[in-house]
């Protein structure tokens, strides 16, 4: 079963509106983290945010924002005022367990910002 | 402070052949991590160090792939021989206290 799924292959938003790219994960462990990650066409992994799973405040970081619902097992990324900067991949990861543990990724959602 | 290097970030082999990839990490970074990313799919965990022990190798294709982390600090992926689904970005990353991972920018592999 995929554990990090992103029903989104592509979205189109435009520039300085806001948008939402869907995250679902599934876990049976109660400590666990969640993170965004940008992936531009020069292909460098770039960290956006991160909730952990006890975290009981949605995570803020910039025009970044994690809307963590927690018993809906869903962790999505919008994005507010979008920026022709923001086309690129990202793709939603989750690492179970203890910290240090690997990530598992999404197949990623592939955004478009038109001006 | 340096991110993490990586070299080649780009090379190309005949299948058959052997090659390897170079990881840098940030300096005092204690776990390094080698993902494989096949074009148009999320980056999969391949190897995981602590230090310079293994710590998760279950995804790692150990009739062809085998890496190493000298004294902790660099670390080396090798392929031998390389087959033609081997085609991919090899993405290292590493981390200090085990949140955010840093990732450096890719050697891309193609295989002909």
């Known amino acids: 079963a995929q554990k990090i799924t992103q029903t989104q292959p592509g979205m189109f938003v435009q520039e300085k509106e806001a948008v939402t790219l869907d995250c679902t994960y599934d876990?049976?462990?109660?400590?666990?983290?969640l993170f965004w990650y940008k992936q531009p066409s020069s292909g460098e992994m770039i960290f956006l945010i991160y909730?952990?799973?006890?975290?009981?405040q949605n995570a803020t970081e910039g025009r970044y924002s994690l809307n963590f619902q927690k018993a809906r097992k869903s962790a999505n990324l919008v994005i507010s005022a979008s920026q022709l900067g923001d086309s690129a991949m990202y793709f939603c990861?989750?690492?179970?367990?203890?910290?240090?543990?690997?990530?598992?990724f999404g197949e990623g959602t592939q955004l478009t910002v038109n001006p | 402070e340096a991110g993490v290097a990586q070299s080649p970030r780009y090379k190309i082999i005949e299948k058959r052949q052997s090659v390897a990839f170079w990881c840098n990490p940030i300096?005092?970074?204690?776990?390094l991590y080698w993902y494989q990313q096949i074009l148009g799919q999320g980056p999969k965990l391949l190897i995981q160090?602590?230090?310079?022990?293994?710590?998760?190798d279950s995804q790692l294709p150990k009739d062809r792939f085998s890496a190493e982390r000298l004294k902790g600090v660099d670390s080396t992926l090798k392929i031998q021989p390389a087959k033609l689904e081997d085609s991919a970005v090899y993405l290292c990353?590493?981390?200090?206290?085990?949140?955010?991972?840093?990732f450096g920018p890719g050697t891309r592999l193609t295989v002909t």
């Open positions: 990861a989750m690492r179970e367990g203890f910290s240090g543990s690997r990530l598992t």
């Open positions: 876990t049976s462990d109660q400590s666990y983290g």
């Open positions: 909730q952990g799973s006890y975290d009981e």
């Open positions: 300096s005092g970074h204690a776990t």
């Open positions: 160090f602590q230090n310079n022990g293994v710590v998760d």
């Open positions: 990353a590493t981390t200090l206290a085990g949140h955010e991972q840093y």
